[in-house]
């Protein structure tokens, strides 16, 4: 009897709390969730995803890297991937994977004062190229790395 | 809701970075169980990370990041004894804050 009262109180009290933060404008609240962009998650090809994210096609550029990241990943379920850019004025980074059943992974918007660099881990259904998208500037630039996943027991 | 997630925040340099590891499933949406129900996809849509008050990273991610997903970052700034906060919101309106004082 006594506990549950606690555990309504502290309940109670919790919404309280989380009600003075969001008002408090310390909880980004709903507002961020929508800003999920749906469209651009179940695109198929790149020129798709660029598009839903608002740019035009991208150039290839010899100034983004991939760090940390593996030829050939014997998991699949977990590849770390790091992407880096050399481009001023880095906006976002996007990580896309060609063969996954949706292109993009994720997108990672830098701001001002934040170093062009993350690094993550995806998933990746079987080999296939990975794009790393950056904005930069307002312009998308693209690069590649094929990563090969081996699975089951051949791999190692 | 979901457990804490771990977070490292270190000052190297004149930048300081951030390590997160969040613990959740992250389900794609795509795999069916033993009786061949699609299991309903469930993960984290959203990241933002702030110092000081300031978004230092905002991400969306799509189910194509790991389960139990891991990230890490750089920025300018940061010195020891401030706080680091990472927020994440999944596709099922959940959400966690937790917060990592900079060393």
């Known amino acids: ?156 | 809701m979901a457990d804490p997630m771990r977070i490292r925040a270190n000052v190297v340099g004149d930048s300081t970075e951030v390590k997160v590891l969040m613990s959740h499933e992250m389900e794609t949406g795509q795999r069916k169980d033993a009786s061949g129900k699609v299991i309903p996809a469930w993960f984290i849509q959203n990241v933002t990370a702030t110092w000081n008050g300031k978004t230092v990273l905002a991400a969306q991610w799509g189910p194509a990041i790991s389960k139990n997903p891991f990230m890490s970052f750089k920025f300018k700034g940061g010195a020891k004894g401030d706080k680091v906060v990472i927020t994440w919101t999944d596709n099922r309106g959940d959400k966690r804050t937790d917060e990592a004082t900079i060393a």
Request: glycine letters at 10%.
């Open chain 1, 1 to 156: 009897m006594d506990g549950k009262r606690r555990e309504v109180l502290r309940a109670g009290g919790g919404v309280t709390l989380l009600t003075l933060l969001a008002a408090a404008g310390w909880l980004p609240g709903d507002a961020l969730a929508a800003d999920w962009n749906k469209a651009a998650f179940e695109t198929q090809s790149l020129d798709a995803t660029v598009k839903a994210l608002g740019g035009a096609a991208p150039t290839q550029s010899k100034d983004i890297a991939f760090v940390q990241t593996p030829d050939i990943a014997e998991n699949g379920a977990v590849v770390p991937v790091g992407v880096t850019s050399a481009i001023p004025k880095t906006e976002s980074i996007a990580i896309l994977v060609e063969k996954n059943p949706n292109m993009l992974a994720a997108v990672f918007d830098i701001p001002p004062g934040t170093d062009p660099a993350v690094t993550t881990r995806i998933k990746m259904g079987q080999s296939s190229n990975v794009y790393a998208l950056v904005k930069a500037d307002g312009k998308y630039y693209v690069a590649t790395k094929e990563i090969r996943v081996t699975l089951g027991g051949c791999g190692g």
